[in-house]
């Protein structure tokens, strides 16, 4: 399962796998399953393209730009993108990521310079690799729609090339243009979920690996003191804002391990800790080009550590088992 997080979550991401094949040997890229969700799309993409996370590491290898693309901008708008959307979410106490998603306007920047970087993987005419679900929202509905079950369909809908839909899956509200796919705008799939894990519920996996750059580790947590923003400046208020962000996101997160756990799963999550956040810097700084490669390098570090603690015997003895198989 694989969360999103913009381009630091991208590297946080390729990070984590680094590390975990550092530690036991376990390549991602042999998953039966792999969920991607926005940045975790890419990703996805990327490990069933082929490259081992390691390499991907390296610029140039995978999707992710080598250098700062210039941005395509469409006209500027004040226009809430789904009004309906937005007052149904609030309505049912839907995430507030549905609420954000009908109320922001269309973005300005072009998500094909996301579809064209995977298209070189997967060219027009390339058959949906088999594992791999991208998690997108309808933006008409907030319907999360997850594409890859059955082929690339879900539910009756007509599939789509991959890089589109990847496309779609990272098309975050006000930032990006939403992307149409079968004639309906489809947006981020973290509006709903920056992990969508309670998928992972009843798959029959026997281990879930979670990576969720976007919440923050449970030691964090309970520690209101502890990471970037602690000191004299942590009753700041954009630092108590920044904390209750990414809190929302890790309890949501453990509310869907719920499931998973009592299907009979185990479960690896791998979220960050004081030193990741402070690499990775605010929630703001998700599409920071520049943090890549330090956020990388210690999330690498992290998920070595973490994966060796006693703490994780079983789970470390199910990666090494894959790694044998």
Known sequence: MLGGGGLVGHAWHLGVLAGLADATGWDACSSELIVGT????VVGAELRAGPHPVDLLRPGVGAAPATLPRPFLHPRSRRPAALGTAAWALATR??????????LPRGRRDPALISEALARFFPPGTVWPPGLWVCTV???????????????????????????????????????????IAGEEHVDGG?????NADL?????????????????????????????????????????????????????????????????????????????LAVMGSVGASMDFERRVAVA?????????????????????????????
């Open 200 to 276: 992972a519920a009843g798959v029959g996996a026997d281990l879930v690996v979670v990576s969720s750059p976007m919440s923050v580790d449970q030691v964090v947590a309970r520690q209101p003191r502890s990471g970037p923003g602690s000191g004299p400046g942590a009753a700041r208020p954009a630092a108590r804002l920044q904390r209750a962000h990414r809190l929302v996101h890790a309890r949501r997160l453990a509310r869907e391990l719920v499931a998973v756990r009592r299907s009979g799963s185990l479960v690896l999550a791998l979220e960050p800790g004081a030193d990741d």
């Open 94 to 103: 839907a995430p507030a990521g549905l609420v954000l998603a009908g109320l």
């Open 138 to 180: 309808r933006l008409r509905d907030g319907r999360r729609v997850v594409f890859g079950r059955g082929g690339g369909e879900e539910a009756g809908l007509p599939s789509a090339d991959l890089p589109t839909v990847v496309a779609a899956s990272c098309a975050m509200g006000g930032f990006f243009r939403p992307v149409v």
């Open 191 to 195: 509006s709903r979920s920056v992990t």
């Open 297 to 325: 390098d210690q999330a690498r570090r992290t998920a070595a550590h973490r994966i060796r603690s006693s703490g994780l015997t079983e789970v470390r003895r199910v990666l090494e088992a894959g790694h044998r198989a």
């Open 38 to 41: 926005s940045a975790g799309a």
